[in-house]
């Protein structure tokens, strides 16, 4: 039972445009929500995250937002440069201590 | 600050074996996750050490136990391999207790092949 959903197994951007990433979720219980890039041959890397109580949280290039309402979130990244290009996973935690995470997305940024 | 480290980076083991895989958490951090990621698909929870006990476990036999030291480094043992254990395996680790930070940091895993 996937319950956090990345319905866009790739999506490919120009250098110095916005990358739109999206992920959906169906348990109401989650209270706090990261992104995570990981290259080939490396573990993820934590790059951004969101409290429940939120709905849009800021870092650089990188913002976050949440719809609570519609259970989804979406990465932004803008520009979007090519040491980008990595697959970026959704993880959303419940009130216990697992992460529950996506299949991910690959982006590829090209110049 | 050191990051998380584990052991070995890759490992071929045959069906009906048992493995042992290390990790060493982020200096400061009291708390290991492990995870088992399959091809094409994201990381899935096996289970959390806290302080030396087991706090949490994912959907997984029994087969799969684990244990974490004093110094907060974790090992994690899978019995009776099966060709499905073929994945690699990412240990997190992150502060739990008082002052608990909800991120995981993650190592480079550990590439498990059963043949």
């Known amino acids: 039972d996937q319950q956090v959903k990345q319905n866009s197994p790739s999506l490919s951007v120009q250098e110095g445009r916005i990358s739109i990433l999206n992920c959906d979720y169906t348990n109401s219980m989650f209270d706090y929500f990261l992104w995570y890039k990981k290259y080939p041959a490396e573990g993820p890397t934590f790059l951004i995250s969101i409290s429940s109580i939120k709905d849009k949280n800021e870092d650089g290039r990188f913002t976050v937002f949440l719809n609570k309402s519609a259970k989804h979130l979406s990465l932004h990244i803008v520009p979007s440069q090519p040491g980008d290009s990595a697959v970026y996973f959704c993880a959303a935690r419940n009130s216990g201590y697992a992460l529950n995470f996506g299949k991910g997305t690959s982006l590829l940024v090209t110049p | 600050e050191t990051g998380v480290t584990q052991s070995p980076t890759h490992l071929i083991k045959t069906r009906g074996q048992q493995v042992t895989l290390r990790c060493s958490s982020q200096s400061g951090h009291n708390t290991v996750s492990w995870y088992q990621q399959a091809l094409g698909q994201g990381p899935q929870f096996i289970f959390q050490?806290?302080?030396?006990?087991?706090?949490g476990r994912g959907n997984f036999p029994p087969r799969f136990s684990g244990l974490q030291f004093p110094n907060y480094s974790s090992e994690l043992n899978v019995n009776a391999l099966e060709l499905d254990d073929s994945a690699l395996y990412l240990c997190?680790?992150?502060?739990?207790?008082?002052?608990?930070?909800?991120?995981?940091?993650f190592g480079p895993g550990t590439r498990l092949t059963v043949t």
């Open positions: 050490y806290y302080r030396e006990e087991e706090n």
């Open positions: 997190a680790s992150s502060l739990g207790g008082a002052g608990a930070s909800y991120e995981q940091y």
